[in-house]
């Protein structure tokens, strides 16, 4: 089955800890995203990246950092320079529709990280 | 900073009736796309609406775009109580942004 999967489901971080979210796709999907919620709110941009070997900030990339080394994953770390890092992560991936711009986004089920 | 505004925020209809949900955004767009997402869930792909086209139907699903007034709708008719969730607009200004929502009830 073509899809995205996130991982683990649920994670549990000890202040001044690092994690890493997994996040992968077999769509063949050049694009992937990551976003954050918090609870009642909207998704907030924190990394996106349109090609292989190259990514780009979004509204709140302070204390996170992203790879992207092969097309197919795109980890995300929570590092301890995060100040309120408690939230559910959402990645995403998507085609390019050429002038169009973005396609359909497909999104992974979620990690809902909670620091201790 | 979140590009689109939902509106409204909640949004309670009986079963049976029409729901409508507008968004607002602040910069030039190469398209609109509407999602749905279940509590504690990840977000799905109802409709894309690119910047030239008006107006786009999918079966219960009606979106309409203004760029001129920088703003869509999105209409679901004859809701259904599984219609109850979480509504989002994203628009692409080269990269994605989304509102904070529209919370939809529907009760049977």
């Known amino acids: 089955d073509g899809g995205i999967t996130q991982s683990p489901k649920y994670l549990f971080r000890k202040e001044g800890q690092n994690v890493t979210l997994s996040c992968e796709q077999n769509?063949?999907?050049?694009?992937m995203y990551w976003y954050r919620q918090d609870p009642g709110q909207g998704l907030r941009l924190i990394y996106y990246s349109q090609i292989v070997n190259d990514f780009q900030k979004g509204d709140i990339a302070e204390g996170y950092s992203v790879s992207r080394e092969k097309k197919e994953s795109f980890p995300l770390t929570v590092t301890s320079a995060q100040k309120n890092p408690t939230a559910f992560y959402l990645c995403?991936?998507?085609?390019?529709?050429?002038?169009?711009?973005?396609?359909?986004?497909?999104f992974g089920p979620g990690t809902r990280l909670t620091v201790l | 900073s979140q590009q689109g505004e939902e509106d409204p925020q909640a949004l309670s209809i009986q079963e049976g009736e029409n729901a409508t949900m507008n968004c607002s955004y602040k910069t030039s767009i190469n398209n609109l796309q509407w999602y749905r997402q279940n509590s504690g869930r990840g977000l799905v792909h109802l409709i894309l609406i690119r910047s030239n086209e008006r107006e786009k139907h999918s079966g219960r699903l009606r979106v309409t775009l203004d760029t001129s007034k920088k703003s869509s709708s999105l209409l679901i008719t004859a809701s259904r109580a599984a219609d109850t969730a979480s509504y989002f607009c994203?628009?692409?200004?080269?990269?994605?942004?989304f509102g904070a929502g529209t919370r939809l009830t529907v009760k049977p």
């Open positions: 769509l063949n999907h050049d694009a």
């Open positions: 994203a628009t692409d200004a080269g990269d994605m942004r």
């Open positions: 995403a991936s998507s085609v390019q529709i050429g002038l169009a711009g973005v396609g359909e986004q497909f």
